[in-house]
């Protein structure tokens, strides 16, 4: 079966990092795009950053841009997330999800595969 896996998550303070990996299994993800997503209790889920196919592409939401960077290793089965600058309303559950296009898109409904989550917790 095909699986999504993170890590990475854990309690920071505001200011600080936090690196997020994803390993996909199953199948090839080398000619898909990835994405994170992350949901806080009460809110909805919304898209944080995407990467297309080849790597060379990546997109993000206004909110964190300047602060996150995406990539994905060589085999493109994994994706990172390198979070810098961290705020507590970045606090969430984040989410490794796999799409079925080239190029990144940033609704939930356009992956087919999504990883449990993993929990930021960002004090102030």
């Known amino acids: 079966q095909v699986q999504l896996v993170e890590s990475g998550g854990g309690l920071v303070q505001a200011g600080g990092s936090l690196r997020l990996s994803c390993v996909a299994s199953?199948?090839?993800?080398?000619?898909?795009?990835m994405g994170w997503f992350r949901q806080a209790p009460g809110k909805e889920r919304e898209f944080v950053s995407g990467?297309?196919?080849?790597?060379?592409?990546?997109y993000y939401a206004d909110s964190v841009k300047g602060r996150f960077t995406i990539s994905r290793g060589i085999t493109k089965n994994t994706v990172f997330l390198q979070m810098n600058s961290l705020k507590p309303e970045d606090t969430a559950v984040y989410y490794c999800?796999?799409?079925?296009?080239?190029?990144?898109?940033?609704?939930?409904?356009?992956?087919?595969?999504w990883g449990q989550g993993t929990q930021v917790t960002v004090s102030s």
């Open positions: 999800a796999a799409g079925s296009s080239y190029f990144v898109q940033t609704t939930p409904g356009q992956y087919d595969y």
């Open positions: 199953g199948r090839t993800f080398s000619n898909v795009a």
């Open positions: 990467i297309d196919w080849r790597g060379g592409y990546t």
